[in-house]
Every structure is written in structure tokens, then in C-alpha cells.
């Protein structure tokens, strides 16, 4: 008489809270994981998480178990994405270090009517991020 429904199998001891996937597509396989956040009102295995579906465009954002979480970051497809973990950007699923600033100088042209002849130089400060795997970014601080 219950046949029909379906329900994750594991789910039955866990939080109320909703499964990381998309609710259009019944499935994670095209969530976009867009950011995690600490969510200090609630255990440490409950995130909120924000993603998108790149199959449908659909953008979600919900408190989630940190374990759906990572079965959907296991994916091979999601390597190469940084996440921002509380204050923490992730890089292969670990917090990447700082590895220095930089003094960047970016060019930016004054006017484009008058012909580009002054450029105004802009000093722009970044923070410097690395994660093992060689990936590295920069952040305005
Ligand atoms: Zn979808
Ligand atoms: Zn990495």
C-alpha cells in the first residue's frame, strides 16, 4: 500500500532537513554548489547551502546535512570549484591557506572618447590563497 513512495533510504534518524538536490529535477547531479555557510544555531553537521541546477536554472538555498553535502561534492564534476565555507574558502574539499598579498597595478583606461592616452594606474591590494593541488586566487582584501 506504501509502495510509490519514495524516500531516501538512510534518512529515517536524521534532521529535518532537505536533501541537497535539485526539486525539479529529483537529482543532484547538476547542482552547482555555490556556497556553504556555518550555520551557528544549529549542530555542526547542519550547513546552509546555496546551489544551482545547471540543468533546469533552478537556485536553492536551505540548511542541509553536511553528509548530503559532501556525497554531492564527491563528484568529480565539482573538483574545481572553490567553496566558501564560513569565513573559509575550499579548495579539494580543504580550507586553502593564505599564501601572501600582492600589489596588483591594473590599468584602467580614463576616458574611451578622447583616445585611451592616460591610463590611470590603480594599485589594487589582494590576498593570496593556495590550495596543495597548486590552485591558487586572489581576493581584494
Ligand atoms: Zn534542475
Ligand atoms: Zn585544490
Known amino acids: 500500500m506504501v509502495s510509490g513512495f519514495h524516500f531516501r533510504g538512510d534518512g529515517?534518524?536524521?534532521?529535518?532537513?532537505?536533501?541537497?538536490?535539485?526539486?525539479?529535477?529529483?537529482?543532484?547531479?547538476?547542482?552547482?554548489?555555490?556556497?556553504?555557510?556555518?550555520?551557528?544555531?544549529?549542530?555542526?553537521?547542519?550547513?546552509?547551502?546555496?546551489?544551482?541546477?545547471?540543468?533546469?536554472g533552478t537556485?536553492?538555498?536551505?540548511?542541509?546535512?553536511?553528509?548530503?553535502?559532501?556525497?554531492?561534492?564527491?563528484r568529480p564534476e565539482q573538483a574545481a570549484d572553490v567553496l566558501i565555507l564560513g569565513s573559509n574558502y575550499m579548495h579539494c574539499?580543504?580550507?586553502?591557506?593564505?599564501?601572501?598579498?600582492?600589489?596588483?597595478?591594473?590599468?584602467?583606461p580614463v576616458s574611451t572618447e578622447e583616445g585611451a592616452k592616460d591610463a590611470l594606474g590603480v594599485y589594487l591590494s589582494t590576498r593570496v590563497l593556495r590550495c596543495d593541488c597548486g590552485f591558487q586566487m586572489e581576493l581584494p582584501e
Open 59 to 74: 537556485f536553492d538555498e536551505h540548511p542541509a546535512q553536511a553528509v548530503d553535502l559532501n556525497q554531492v561534492l564527491a
Open 12 to 56: 529515517a534518524g536524521r534532521h529535518r532537513v532537505p536533501p541537497v538536490m535539485c526539486g525539479n529535477c529529483g537529482t543532484d547531479r547538476y547542482l552547482i554548489i555555490r556556497s556553504v555557510t556555518d550555520m551557528p544555531a544549529q549542530p555542526p553537521e547542519v550547513v546552509l547551502v546555496s546551489y544551482t541546477c545547471s540543468r533546469c
Open 93 to 108: 574539499r580543504q580550507p586553502m591557506e593564505q599564501a601572501g598579498s600582492e600589489l596588483r597595478k591594473l590599468s584602467v
